[in-house]
């Protein structure tokens, strides 16, 4: 809610500046906020996103475009349009590449490599999801890492590798700072590789 108000405060403050490309930007990310956190609308694409990219796209603003297309592809991915997801996605992805933001690419590698994930192509996914790793770790992105760290030992468990797996895991928590943003979400998918060979007591704990 706060995030919100906030957002409508920055777009007023736009308009009053007379900065488009900065309303916008603002207005796609009040289009993610109310479908992504607050469940307002069903879909931001046509009213929030679809016209703040066209803006953007006219203005010349390719960072401030990517942005908004990054949010295309997620919106487009949880609603399982796969096709529109992978169109999206390769877009941005070549766009951070010509700007040369590294951490953008290998958060636009990660999509990639969840959505192949999905797909149960264990294959393309590590593709995509090692390029992430290997990109967020030269970005020195903190958050990223662990992430791409764990969506990795995901993708070894779909493939049926929970040794593999497992080694993943248990290298990134011992690397871990307390209280890090990913530590629930990794701890879970070790208490699923647990369970997954057959050591019930270990997954408990985990």
């Known amino acids: 809610g706060e995030a919100l108000r906030d957002l409508q405060l920055a777009r007023e403050l736009a308009g009053d500046a007379a900065d488009e490309g900065l309303g916008a930007e603002t207005q796609a990310e009040i289009g993610y906020v ?10 931001p694409r046509p009213a ?7 803006t953007l796209e006219r ?10 297309v990054d949010y295309l592809a997620q919106v487009s991915l949880r609603a ?9 996605q390769n877009r941005s992805l070549n766009t951070w590449r ?22 149960e192509n264990s294959r393309r996914a590590m593709y995509h999801l090692e390029l992430a790793l290997q990109l967020a770790s030269s970005a020195g992105d903190s958050v990223l ?4 760290e ?6 070894e468990l779909t493939a049926g590798r929970p040794e593999r797996a497992l ?3 248990e290298r990134v928590i011992a690397s871990l700072e307390p209280g890090h943003l990913e530590a629930r979400s990794i701890y879970g998918v070790l208490g699923d590789a647990y369970r997954r060979q057959g050591r019930p007591a270990a997954a408990r704990s985990a």
């Open 48 to 54: 929030y996103l679809e016209p703040a990219r066209a």
């Open 167 to 169: 080694q993943r895991l």
């Open 145 to 148: 890492v662990p992430r791409a």
């Open 150 to 155: 764990r969506m990795l030992a995901t993708v």
């Open 98 to 119: 010509q700007v040369g933001d590294v951490a953008r690419q290998a958060r636009a590698h990660l999509q990639i490599g969840w959505a192949w994930d999905r797909l």
């Open 80 to 88: 399982d349009d796969l096709v529109t997801f992978f169109r999206q």
């Open 34 to 43: 109310r479908r992504w956190y607050l469940r307002q609308i069903d879909d």
């Open 59 to 68: 203005l010349g603003d390719r960072r401030g475009e990517a942005k908004v």
